[in-house]
């Protein structure tokens, strides 16, 4: 029997490429967004990838009614949930929106789905979670919640809420995955990050630099404890990290109970060898200008992925190397992201 997913937005980075693994592994999805950080364009990129389409619902998971329509439409067997705003520095400034998109959303989700009889939810956490490590790499029982700033918070909340669901009520089967810093885009050059606006995130700045969009990139901090004195993160390849949600789906078919996972590659680099990777990679200089600390970051962040690997069968494949080529891939073909076309 083919199942059907929903997930929610999917037309947005990690979702649109899981999406796309989604339907070439067979499975019939419904995707839901707002296109409030999104473009349609992105699933028509799938379409064209899968050589099928999704289904595609425009509206908003804060809207009860609809979500009751959509669950009454389609029969929806479990819920890959991506919606969310994740922008660090707007959740500073806007803790509200936050908070009513990020945990009110997921709560309404919640309630549509278990008056739908639907109960199988895998939900795009964050190790934003684990705040500032004590140790690394860092293991699911480590302490979580020491968050910096609401956007945090936020992902801590809805893991607190369903962890108490998957309590209350035995049928739900939840998979809270611990995202490192997701990277890369889909192999052909037609799927990846398009950021809104400059960049808050590293690869992203990178490639804006590269393809001459921004000037220079600002390296924030040479002095953190760490071997070259810039910050550790532990990059993951998005494509990997959306075969991670399938092989959590698998999971939940033989759990009941909500479940953490770190989606990780166990490996650490620090800003300094992004560059001369992604130099490397795309023949490309990137300059760049030591700058100072960024408010809030932290020196280490990576992650042990032995859980996943046993428990979900899942690893990461790709490497450095392949990240950089395809992300620099993505934004040679499209340096104006989806909304320019392709050049
Ligand atoms: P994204 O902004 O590209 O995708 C999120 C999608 O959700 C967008 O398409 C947006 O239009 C949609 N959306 C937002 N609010 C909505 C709402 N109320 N109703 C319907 N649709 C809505 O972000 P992404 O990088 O693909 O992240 C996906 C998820 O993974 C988010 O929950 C994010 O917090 C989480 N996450 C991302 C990262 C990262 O670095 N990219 C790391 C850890 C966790
Ligand atoms: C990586 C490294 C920076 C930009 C953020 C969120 C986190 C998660 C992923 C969702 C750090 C350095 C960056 C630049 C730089 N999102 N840097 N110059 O901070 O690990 O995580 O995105 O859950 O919640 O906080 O990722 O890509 O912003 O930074 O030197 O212009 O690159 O200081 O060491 P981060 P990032």
Known sequence: MTRT???????????????????????QVVVLDSLC??????????????GREPVFVQGDIRDRALLDQLLAHHP?????????????????????????????????????????GV??????????????????PITEDQPVG??????????????????????ADARWRVALLRYFNPVGAHESGLMGEDPNGIPNNLLPYITQVAVGKLPELAVFGNDYPTPDGTGVRDYIHVLDLAEGHLCAL????????????????GQGYSVLEMVRAFE???????????????????????????????????????GLPDMMRDAWRWQSMNPNGYSGGRN
């Not at 950080?37 to 899968?50: D, F, G, H, I, Y």
């Not at 109960?119 to 690394?136: C, E, I, K, Q």
């Not at 700058?291 to 970051?297: C, E, L, T, V």
Request: aromatic content about 8%; overall charge positive.
């Open 76 to 116: 929806v067997q479990a819920v890959m949930h991506f919606a969310g705003l994740k922008a660090v520095g707007e959740s500073v400034a806007q803790p509200l929106r936050y908070y009513e998109n990020n945990v009110g959303g997921t709560i309404n989700l919640c309630q549509a789905m278990a008056a739908a």
């Open 250 to 265: 698998k999971a939940l078919q033989t759990r009941t109970g909500a479940h953490v996972w770190n989606l990780g590659t």
């Open 146 to 167: 020491q968050t910096t700033n609401p956007y945090g918070r936020s992902k801590f909340m809805v893991e607190q809420v369903l962890g108490d669901l998957a309590v």
């Open 5 to 27: 997913i929903l997930v929610t937005g999917g037309a947005g980075y990690i979702g649109s490429h899981t999406t796309l693994v989604l339907l070439q592994a067979g499975f």
């Open 280 to 318: 490397a990679a795309s023949g490309r200089p990137v300059p760049y200008r030591i700058s100072p600390r960024r408010s809030g970051d932290i020196a280490n962040c990576y992650a042990d992925p032995t859980k996943a690997r046993k428990e979900l069968g899942w690893g990461a494949q790709r």
């Open 37 to 50: 950080n999104a473009s349609a364009e992105s699933l028509k990129r799938v379409a064209q990838l899968a």
């Open 119 to 136: 109960f199988t939810l895998v939900f795009s956490s964050s190790a934003t979670v684990y705040g500032d490590p004590a140790t690394v």
